[in-house]
């Protein structure tokens, strides 16, 4: 296995992706926006996201074919992702939401423990497109949290004001 590490500054919408200290790859990300910019290894990618309540992402090259899809459970904890006819899981591992696991049926495994501004990614492959694409889940679930807490939250918070 192979040990990626990536960066996110604070206020920052774009993940660097290092291997040691050079920086291959990277994924913006406008906070709350449908479309995602993703970059490894030359190859770059497109992430669009679609739908209201029940959201999927699909994954296009840098020519506009479409190449993947992300299909995510309600309960915000684990993903279905196809990349090339082939078919990838990805799960949180703990209960914080602080590692996970992608598993694919060609034997991909990929490997994470994050916070909010860094990670490592531990990989037994070099397949760009399954990095980038759980690296990507993880973001979108961060920012589905975010968008529930807002949700919950202020109500209750303009409700102790009045």
Same mark, same amino acid.
């Given at each position: 296995?192979?040990?990626?590490?990536?960066?996110?500054?604070?206020?920052?919408?774009?993940?660097?992706?290092?291997?040691?200290?050079?920086?291959?790859?990277?994924?913006?990300?406008?906070?709350?926006?449908?479309?995602?910019?993703?970059?490894?290894?030359?190859?770059?990618?497109?992430?669009?996201?679609?739908?209201?309540?029940?959201?999927?992402?699909?994954?296009?090259?840098?020519?506009?074919?479409?190449?993947?899809?992300?299909?995510?459970?309600?309960?915000?904890?684990?993903?279905?992702?196809?990349?090339?006819?082939?078919?990838?899981?990805?799960?949180?591992?703990?209960?914080?939401?602080?590692?996970?696991?992608? #598993?694919? #049926?060609?034997?991909?495994?990929?490997?994470?423990?994050?916070?909010?501004?860094?990670?490592?990614?531990?990989?037994?492959?070099?397949? #760009?497109?399954?990095?980038?694409?759980?690296?990507?889940?993880?973001?979108?679930?961060?920012?589905?949290?975010?968008?529930?807490?807002?949700?919950?939250?202020?109500?209750?918070?303009?409700?102790?004001?009045?």
């Amino acid at each position: 296995m192979k040990t990626l590490h990536w960066k996110k500054g604070l206020f920052s919408c774009t993940y660097k992706i290092y291997s040691g200290n050079e920086q291959i790859g990277s994924l913006c990300n406008r906070s709350f926006s449908k479309n995602s910019e993703a970059e490894m290894n030359g190859k770059k990618y497109t992430f669009r996201t679609k739908g209201f309540f029940k959201q999927s992402t699909e994954v296009y090259t840098e020519s506009g074919e479409l190449v993947g899809e992300i299909q995510y459970n309600s309960w915000m904890t684990k993903a279905q992702i196809s990349l090339n006819s082939k078919y990838y899981y990805w799960k949180y591992n703990t209960m914080w939401n602080t590692k996970w696991i992608m #598993e694919g #049926e060609d034997q991909t495994q990929i490997k994470s423990c994050t916070n909010s501004f860094s990670g490592d990614i531990d990989t037994n492959t070099d397949n #760009e497109l399954a990095i980038l694409s759980g690296l990507y889940v993880t973001n979108y679930y961060m920012q589905m949290t975010v968008a529930v807490m807002v949700a919950v939250f202020i109500p209750i918070f303009t409700s102790t004001m009045q």
